[in-house]
């Protein structure tokens, strides 16, 4: 199963012959169409409805046992046709009986998931611009499955819509929230995944080429039973970004539960990591050392960070994609940074500069074996940091 930070959504079940399926309508969403609530439906939905449930992860008390799906990162639940995620990393996970499952998607552009069924090694999904149902797997034997969906690519590449899950020969089956821990990454191409499994360095980005399921957060958050959620943008930066703007920065985009909507606040209250990694820095030296503004634009957002999560620990990281002299000055600002805000919960990992023994990923990033070596690093710190 992979791991994920959570929001979490409570949807209710329609009985369909021998075909079940879970939509947002199905929750008691006023929607009319092929896909309304029948009477027979209603009883079903009544029941799901009525059984006890525990406190939702966003409260800050472990989740109890009667969520039928997992909503994992940063999920908006305001669209009654559905919940819509952008982010890399975000995932759906469920729980169910049956022979076969298939999902329906409404992809804002063209987007790529890694599907597992059973915990088993994911095989990829490409959506394209349209509502769509997509199988995710057929001629299961009979018994309990476990199914989860993880959006491989970035924001830039559209919002995707859950529609439901429908499940052949069975149902939906109600799970307790399956983590107690949290991480949450901050960061740019290299957390997104960006081209870790292109064949590089020479390869031209495509969003197959993405893959933050096999980046280091999720490489982490696996080694450590942690759930963890990447909130990152290829090309931002923390003071700058890699073309030299200073506008739609990683501290604005943070803020947000779509990262090109500047209108979609994201409510931190919906939950509280253990941890926040902050991996901000490569595009700000893109264009050469942005001096002490860097640092201070550091200091203020860690200070940001700490107000919206006053328990987590705070790592601050440097690299791999800096080397030499910009290598120095960066982990010297990110220290001085973490130094001149007083905070006794943050802390600085480095991690070494890449130097080709384990391959590239396009356009010079990380490759696949290097975001694995960057993740086991990152749980070993954090392991230490908060004793897991």
Known sequence: MTTRTAALLLFSLCACSDTLTLSPEDAGVDAAGPDAVSAADAATTDAALDAPSSPSPESG????????????GRF???????????????????TFSG?????????????????SIDGAQPTALHTTNATTSYDLATGLAAGTHTVSLVKRTESFQGIVQFGGFTVTGGAIAPTPFPYTRRIELIGDSITC??????????????????????????IAGAALGAMHTSIAYSGRGLYRNR???????????????????????????KYAPDAVVIN??????ALGDPGAAFRDAYVAFLA?????????????VVGPMLGGTPYAEAATYVQNAITASGDPNASYLAL???????GYGCDWHPSEARQATMGALLAAHLKQALGW
Not at 280 to 285: A, E, P, S, V
């Open 61 to 72: 008390v472990d989740a109890g046992p009667t969520e039928p799906v997992h909503f994992l």
């Open 76 to 94: 908006d639940t305001s669209d009654p046709n559905g919940p819509r995620a952008a982010y890399p990393g975000s995932a759906i996970e469920a």
């Open 99 to 115: 022979t076969a499952i298939s999902v329906t998607l409404h992809d804002q552009n063209e987007n790529y998931f890694d599907v």
């Open 193 to 218: 995944g960006y081209g870790d499994v292109g064949q590089g360095p020479s390869c031209t980005f495509s969003p197959d080429t993405e893959d933050e399921d096999v980046a280091w957060g999720e």
């Open 243 to 269: 073309d030299g703007s200073t506008t739609g920065l990683m501290p604005d985009v943070w803020t947000r539960t779509f990262a090109d909507d500047a209108t979609s606040m994201w409510d931190f209250s």
């Open 280 to 285: 901000l820095g490569t595009n700000d030296f």
């Open 304 to 316: 940001t960070v700490r107000a919206k999560y006053p328990k987590a620990h705070i790592v601050g």
């Open 352 to 358: 070494p500069t890449q130097d080709g023994s384990d």
